[in-house]
């Protein structure tokens, strides 16, 4: 069946404009996550959904990034006034559901947006 | 908080090579353990898991075990192929959804 999938592949913008990033999670998967990786580094937790809600943003960098998702489907991840630290590889990933039962709620990650900030 | 750190890489290799890639970690409580790969080009995977202590994760050839007392978990692989040429992060899971990754290492092998 379809894995996550993202889009864009490759996105170059200018510092201060701002970016949208789409993640399509596997079909009935109740989760879903943000993670960023940057160069030289491992990757970094964002921001998780349950569903429609956030109950957990603590992962986002600044106020400039936010996150949402709608019909527990389609998740955006945008970041506003961008910034040349912004520059990274960001990967979405979803699970059937959430918590720390093993097996069940492997998270499964799309092939990532790779952002550019000039 | 919790935290991964491995070996770092590159790594080259000659193809029927031995592999080791050391993980260690810190963690409050009993995380599970993972190692992920990342082909080129490809998102990641999960290769292999283990959820408690002196659990052996396998898989393709590759093995790791959950060693509590050393808080390691080394990937290996006694025979490598080319195309086995991947980025391989180790990670944990505390008591939550959220993975904590090691930075990644690069693994070449050639023919």
């Known amino acids: 069946g379809a894995g996550v999938s993202q889009s864009p592949s490759n996105k170059v913008t200018e510092k201060g404009k701002d970016v949208e990033l789409r993640c399509d999670p596997i079909?009935?998967?109740?989760?879903l996550y943000w993670y960023r990786q940057r160069l030289g580094q491992g990757l970094e937790f964002l921001i998780y959904f349950q569903g429609n809600s956030a109950p957990d943003k603590s992962g986002l960098p600044s106020d400039r990034f936010s996150a949402e998702r709608t019909g527990e489907s389609v998740s955006t991840l945008t970041i506003q006034r961008t910034q040349q630290e912004d520059s990274a590889v960001y990967l979405c990933a979803s699970s059937l559901r959430s918590g720390s039962i093993s097996g069940v709620y492997e998270q499964y990650f799309g092939p990532g947006t790779r952002l550019t900030v000039t | 908080g919790n935290s991964v750190t491995q070996m770092e890489g590159p790594v080259t290799l000659s193809e029927e090579a031995f592999l080791t890639i050391n993980c260690t970690y810190t963690a409050t409580g009993y995380p599970s353990l993972f190692w992920y790969v990342q082909y080129p080009g490809e998102g990641l995977q999960l290769l292999l898991k283990a959820t408690k202590a002196d659990d052996k994760g396998s898989n393709k050839g590759f093995e790791a075990t959950y060693r509590k007392e050393t808080t390691s978990f080394h990937l290996e692989k006694g025979s490598v192929q080319v195309s086995d040429s991947a980025v391989y992060f180790c990670?944990?899971?505390?008591?939550?959804?959220?993975?904590?990754f090691g930075k990644g290492t690069l693994l070449t092998v050639n023919p």
């Open positions: 990670a944990l899971r505390g008591s939550n959804y959220k993975l904590t």
């Open positions: 079909s009935g998967h109740t989760a």
